[in-house]
């Protein structure tokens, strides 16, 4: 069956460490990644997009990579601050030729703490 | 442009009534969306539009609920019927349709919808 895996448990962190999201995906082939943001009670926040072909991509704080072979994506906040605390969501773009239809993980909620 | 909007905010129905819901893209995206997302889920694909064709529907959009785009601009999600089951938020989101950019998806706030 075709699943998408986020760490259902909150991570907790310091501020000022980097926090680490984990999104594991089995029976795709995605075209491309995506992890977004989202606060409770409000629409998802794009964050960051990777091809299939693409290993890394950042953006400031923010880093993704995306390993095909391991089917798995991990994102990375450096430098974490309060403001980062939400749950953020990863998502598969499963179309042809992409931009077609998203799939997303349950999410994962993040608690930066000062 | 202000980002995509959604309107209402919330909507509180009775079993048995019908709802609609309108969205309003970023204008220079071609293709939008409609997810719905329960408490503590991640959103689902109910269905998109190119311009002012529906390309896919889910099969989550059963014959009571039915999407439009008529003129490849605003877009409406009209459930009839509503069942319990069919709370949940409603997301509306738009993008550009080509592959050479590194923008994804544009969501809007959302309409919540309670079935009472």
């Known amino acids: 069956s075709q699943k998408i895996e986020q760490n259902s448990e909150a991570l907790n962190i310091q501020e000022g460490k980097t926090a680490t999201l984990t999104c594991n995906y089995t029976?795709?082939?995605?075209?491309?990644l995506q992890w977004y943001r989202q606060d409770p009670g409000r629409g998802p926040v794009f964050l960051l997009l990777i091809r299939e072909n693409e290993k890394e991509k950042r953006k400031e704080r923010l880093k993704v990579t995306f390993d095909t072979t391991l089917k798995q994506s991990l994102f990375h906040i450096t430098a974490s601050q309060p403001a980062d605390s939400a749950t953020y969501l990863c998502a598969l773009d499963i179309g042809n030729t992409g931009f077609q239809k998203l799939v997303f993980g349950t999410g994962t909620r993040l608690l930066v703490s000062p | 442009d202000t980002g995509v909007s959604q309107d209402p905010r919330h909507k509180i129905t009775k079993r048995g009534q019908n709802v609609t819901f309108r969205c309003d893209p970023i204008?220079?995206?071609?293709?939008l969306y409609w997810y719905r997302q329960t408490l503590g889920q991640g959103p689902e694909f109910l269905t998109y539009f190119q311009n002012e064709a529906q390309l896919e529907k889910s099969r989550l959009l059963s014959d009571r609920f039915s999407a439009e785009r008529p003129k490849g601009s605003f877009s409406t999600l009209e459930i009839q019927r509503t069942e319990q089951g069919d709370s949940a938020m409603y997301l509306c989101a738009s993008s550009y349709s080509d592959r050479g950019h590194d923008y994804g998806y544009t969501f809007g706030s959302g309409t919540r919808l309670t079935v009472v």
């Open positions: 204008s220079e995206h071609n293709r």
């Open positions: 029976n795709y082939s995605p075209a491309y």
